[in-house]
């Protein structure tokens, strides 16, 4: 989970578009086509046009990394071990996918142990897919390494200095592969069609623990060396690194969290209901086969909600709130582990069959942890969401797969439409076939392709089988298909309503109508969803007044819900609210994470007074920005076209962050505790 014109002038900014299946409900708008793939696109839909590789014919089967990490230089180098399955008898040559890497020797292992060099050649640098590495192997070796080092500029590597990190001791780096970033960090066939095991010895300074998306100890004893191993074949994408001052707090036996020390106990305590995700995803879905399930908090310059990397999710801070309202993006991951990790989409343009099957399997969680209405909540704010976008779409974008034959720019292939219509979809199948039946389905396919990669088609003739031909008359092969292949939402989709946001509603119009805000009573019991409701709801603009009555009353001004922040900045913005500026300057220099503050850097380059202050904001984040993040936010800039002399003016102390804030209490979240008893009494805002 969930792609520019200007981000193709930026060499990794265009795989954002893709990357988004990495986190919860984080798609981005589709993209303009890009420029010819390096192979021809086959009839197949089982093709990849985002790799260089040819999986056909050579695939790695086992990957044995050695690498150093160098905080100083921002880069890591070693050796990449590759043991081969050669699968085509002509084939004389092993291609690899690599980004801006030093390549500095290949060598094929020979009789003896010994090594001996490989030709090869690294081809010219191409803005989205990076070089091609051709290695010959004309004696097709079993064994082949390469020596190399990244560049400080990687891709898909964040280095943060000690400053930047909760702590202020200990410097950071961490990973993000999907969806193409892994050939940044290391040489591979970096598409989901191959998976692997991997191991790997990573050495770094003394005083920095080192984590994988593998086998980490929790009782991992810090002395700069340390070693992994993944027995599970995965695909590239969810090849995972970090290394900083971390140190673990356990949830249950299988389940734990790894945090800064500052940080860690507050994540713990957010995150308690793990385990019961766990064994509610099990009892549905068949067995975690992943052996533990463990969350990294990462710093708030993390560009996205959460990556499901195997055994090891790594989760943005800005969850951690303080009454669990925001956990369905672990949820989410976890979910991942069934949906993505255990089944996975064989190239971009299937990603639905991740993101929309996680987003399903996560309402589901939800649903069994914290009761129904939460969980229609969360429907109902993803659909308004996947409604509003839609309407910006193409026909051809709204559609959530491509028919077989069909070739289309996977970068347009992951927005809501994958997420939310893809959840949707299942939630229709659910209701029309029975939960019970459907869930046996689930069960079965997630056995049934567990360890795989598959395009839409091999879905496609399960379901016909498994489905529609075991059931007959309950769905049509036209119902079926039009979800898949038509632009906008069906008129057979299900829909669902939430009583809770109907008093949300009632509270807004009497508001609007009344200026009278609605009693404490009322709002002292909203959780989250429901203030994002509220706000959602409000007109593109408001009066000052208005503004400062909400503010004044609910302390939206500073808040520290990332989720409420990324729709009350907005508005402020559009509606010349000046009071929020200097917090929202803390809001955006503080936080890396695009979903939140996205929308409120798109508010802002609509006036020429916020497009002067949104590049301020950029310049002073810029150290802590991830390089996602920073293109992204780059690129909205570029493209800015304010009306001449558009905009307040914005006073000069509106553009200086303001004093660190207070504590804001979160809104209560009605749901159960671990033990059945009502969470902890409500503050008077959000």
Known sequence: MIPSRFFRLAAFAALVLIAVAACKREPTPAEEPVAARPAAASASDDYDEHSYAEPDKVAIDDLALDLALDFGARTISGTATYTLDWRDDTATALVLDTRDLTIERVEAEAPGLAWKPLEHELADRDDLLGSRLTIRSPERDVRIRVTYRTSPQASGLQWLDASMTEGKVTPFMFSQSQAIHARSWVPLQDTPRVRYTYSARVTAPADVMVLMSADNDPAAVRDGDYSFRMPQRIPSYLMAIAAGDLVFRPISARSGVWAEPAAVDRAVAEFEDTE??????????????????????????????????????????????????????????????????????????????????????????????????????????????????????????????????????????????????????????????????????????????????????RFVEYAQEHLLDAYPGRVSREEFDAWLYEPGIPGSAPQVRSRNFGVVDSARLAWMGSGTLPPQVITGEWSTQEWVHFLEGLPETLSIEQLSQLDTAYRLTGTRNGELAQRWYPLAVRSGYVQAYPAMADFLRRIGRRKLIMPTYQALVATEAGLQFAKQQLEAARPGYHPITTASVERVIAEAKPAPGSGTSLPAEAARPAPEAGPTAPARTRMPAADGDPTRPAPSGP
């Open 276 to 457: 019961q995700m766990i064994a509610t995803a099990e009892s549905l879905y068949g067995p975690y086969r992943w052996e533990r399930y463990d969350i990294l908090v990462l710093p708030p310059s993390f560009p996205y909600g959460g990556m499901e990397n195997p055994r090891l999710t790594f989760a943005t801070p800005t969850v951690i709130v303080g009454d669990k309202s925001l956990v369905a993006l672990i949820a989410h991951e976890l979910a991942h582990s069934w949906s993505g990790n255990l089944v996975t989409n064989s190239s971009a343009k299937d990603g639905w069959l991740n993101e929309g099957f996680t987003s399903y399997v996560e309402n589901r969680i939800i649903e069994a942890l914290y009761g129904k209405e939460r969980a229609v909540m969360e429907y109902v704010i993803s659909r308004n969401g996947l409604k509003a976008e839609i309407g910006k779409m193409s026909p051809e974008e709204q559609a959530l797969a491509v028919r077989p034959g069909v070739v289309k720019d996977p970068d347009a292939s992951l927005s809501a439409v994958s997420y939310d219509k893809g959840a949707w979809f299942l939630q229709f199948l659910e209701e029309r076939f029975g939960r019970a039946e459907f869930d046996a389905f689930l069960r079965g396919y997630f056995d049934h392709f567990a360890f795989q990669s598959i395009p839409t088609s």
